[in-house]
């Protein structure tokens, strides 16, 4: 008796992944372990109806990864070192998490010495580059397999499909496709697919509900969310969580991303991160007073640089832990209290505290007074720093 080939399946229990299932196990007769990662857009309640769901369809064994720490330490923290808004708006919600996911997928298709992998990802976004080319360089060899992308399904193919096969569940679309994770969640729908339209009120996951005013403050300890109003956290993932339900109800971090996707489209996408632009903000306001004007300047293009190599999947270049080394030190001193005032759809950085604090009365109060120096100081080093700009100019006015 021949035996089955083993392929490893990212899988989230949606309609994409349960058709791959069926297609993988009762067409192609592959033994099918499903995997699904986590990284913190699932609650145990979610996690335990996709494994049952996944058994029901026939997968050989089902894991679930707990990847929310993991996910923090290896990506999102440096996202927050550099302050990284993808075309200064969007917080890399959906393409940061999608590395997590596929390096733990490599991983299990590893540990199981799996024939093939497969992932249900579309030939029309990003996804599909970040999930490939993460196999190639972790598991080069093993087939990848995208019944999706390759077989062109429409929607309607792939429920017709099910149906045959006797599957059971929900098949009505939502109005809007929403995906949930530590750093953010996105929502995809009808007025995301032109260029012009704003998402109504009800199209958004949190719903206002704060109305008054509220003064917080948050606590980074080189860098890192570790304390949210004297309330101090085992892991900045759980201080993470709990602001996002403080500034959630406030209606934060709402906005529309135009960006440019991996294969050359342009595409736009509704977003809702309260507590990733609180932090983001937050800890920038901290920087522009702790660090000096050229660490601030080249974090400022290195950070660009590796949110931009991120988002289009590139984990894996070692330049990238040659930034997170440079991140890491300019961060020796980002350390202090940061005050943020909440209302309803904005908020304001109030100001910080810090013992690192750069902007200090001892060395003078700028447009007041100073005490490093002279007004003869001044005169002299304006004619010097000026000099060779000066020859430039009587050389070519001769």
């Given at each position: 008796?021949?035996?089955?080939k083993?392929?490893?399946?990212?899988?989230?229990?949606?309609?994409d992944?349960?058709?791959?299932?069926k297609?993988?196990?009762?067409?192609?007769?592959?033994?099918?372990?499903?995997?699904?990662?986590?990284?913190?857009g699932?609650?145990?309640?979610e996690?335990?109806?996709i494994?049952q769901?996944?058994?029901?369809?026939?997968v050989?064994?089902?894991?679930t990864?707990?990847?929310?720490?993991?996910?923090?330490?290896?990506?999102?923290?440096?996202?927050?070192?550099?302050?990284?808004?993808?075309?200064?708006?969007?917080?890399?919600?959906?393409?940061?998490?999608?590395l997590?996911?596929?390096?733990?997928?490599?991983e299990?298709?590893?540990?199981?010495?799996?024939?093939?992998?497969?992932?249900?990802?579309t030939?029309?976004?990003?996804?599909?580059?970040?999930?490939?080319?993460?196999?190639?360089?972790?598991?080069p060899?093993?087939?990848?397999?995208?019944?999706?992308?390759?077989?062109?399904l429409?929607?309607?193919?792939?429920?017709?499909?099910?149906?045959?096969?006797?599957?059971?569940?929900?098949?009505e679309k939502?109005?809007?496709?929403?995906?949930?994770?530590?750093?953010?969640?996105?929502?995809?729908?009808?007025?995301?697919?032109?260029?012009?339209?704003?998402?109504?009120?009800e199209?958004?996951p949190?719903q206002?509900?704060?109305?008054?005013?509220?003064?917080?403050?948050?606590?980074?300890?080189?860098?890192?969310?570790?304390?949210?109003?004297?309330?101090?956290?085992?892991?900045?993932t759980?201080?993470?969580?709990?602001?996002?339900?403080?500034?959630?109800?406030?209606g934060?971090?709402?906005?529309i991303h135009?960006?440019?996707?991996?294969?050359?489209i342009?595409?736009?996408?509704?977003?809702?991160?309260?507590?990733?632009?609180?932090?983001?903000?937050?800890h920038?306001?901290?920087?522009?007073?702790?660090?000096?004007?050229?660490?601030?300047?080249?974090?400022?293009?290195?950070?660009?640089?590796?949110?931009?190599?991120?988002?289009?999947g590139?984990?894996?270049?070692?330049?990238?832990?040659d930034?997170?080394?440079?991140?890491?030190?300019?961060?020796?001193?980002v350390?202090?209290?940061?005050?943020?005032?909440l209302?309803?759809?904005?908020?304001?950085i109030?100001?910080?505290?810090?013992?690192?604090?750069?902007?200090?009365?001892?060395?003078g109060?700028?447009?007041?007074?100073?005490?490093?120096?002279?007004?003869?100081?001044?005169?002299g080093?304006?004619?010097?720093?000026?000099n060779?700009?000066s020859?430039?100019?009587?050389?070519?006015?001769?």
């Amino acid at each position: 008796m021949s035996v089955s080939k083993k392929v490893v399946l990212g899988f989230s229990g949606g309609l994409d992944t349960t058709y791959c299932v069926k297609y993988l196990s009762e067409d192609k007769g592959y033994e099918v372990h499903s995997i699904i990662v986590n990284t913190g857009g699932f609650t145990d309640a979610e996690l335990t109806q996709i494994e049952q769901h996944a058994y029901s369809l026939g997968v050989k064994t089902h894991t679930t990864v707990n990847a929310v720490k993991s996910y923090y330490d290896s990506i999102i923290k440096f996202l927050i070192y550099g302050n990284v808004l993808k075309n200064n708006t969007y917080p890399l919600s959906v393409s940061a998490e999608r590395l997590s996911q596929a390096l733990h997928i490599a991983e299990h298709a590893k540990k199981l010495n799996a024939d093939a992998v497969a992932h249900g990802s579309t030939g029309a976004g990003n996804d599909q580059v970040r999930f490939d080319m993460i196999f190639h360089i972790m598991i080069p060899g093993t087939e990848i397999i995208t019944p999706i992308r390759d077989l062109k399904l429409s929607r309607e193919a792939e429920i017709s499909y099910l149906k045959s096969k006797g599957v059971n569940m929900n098949f009505e679309k939502s109005m809007y496709s929403i995906n949930k994770g530590l750093w953010g969640t996105s929502v995809g729908g009808k007025e995301t697919l032109n260029s012009k339209g704003i998402l109504p009120e009800e199209a958004w996951p949190t719903q206002v509900t704060a109305s008054e005013s509220r003064e917080i403050k948050l606590h980074f300890e080189k860098g890192e969310l570790t304390a949210i109003d004297g309330q101090i956290f085992e892991h900045p993932t759980a201080a993470i969580q709990h602001l996002q339900t403080i500034a959630g109800a406030y209606g934060l971090g709402r906005d529309i991303h135009v960006g440019d996707t991996i294969i050359g489209i342009k595409g736009r996408v509704g977003f809702e991160a309260a507590a990733p632009m609180v932090i983001l903000k937050a800890h920038h306001a901290l920087e522009k007073h702790v660090l000096t004007k050229w660490q601030l300047g080249w974090k400022d293009q290195l950070a660009q640089f590796y949110g931009n190599w991120l988002h289009e999947g590139q984990i894996l270049d070692p330049v990238m832990r040659d930034i997170e080394a440079f991140l890491t030190h300019s961060q020796q001193n980002v350390t202090g209290d940061v005050f943020v005032q909440l209302l309803p759809y904005r908020f304001h950085i109030i100001g910080i505290e810090s013992d690192f604090d750069l902007m200090n009365s001892k060395f003078g109060k700028y447009g007041e007074m100073n005490t490093g120096f002279t007004g003869e100081d001044v005169r002299g080093f304006s004619k010097i720093f000026g000099n060779q700009t000066s020859i430039w100019h009587k050389v070519n006015q001769s």
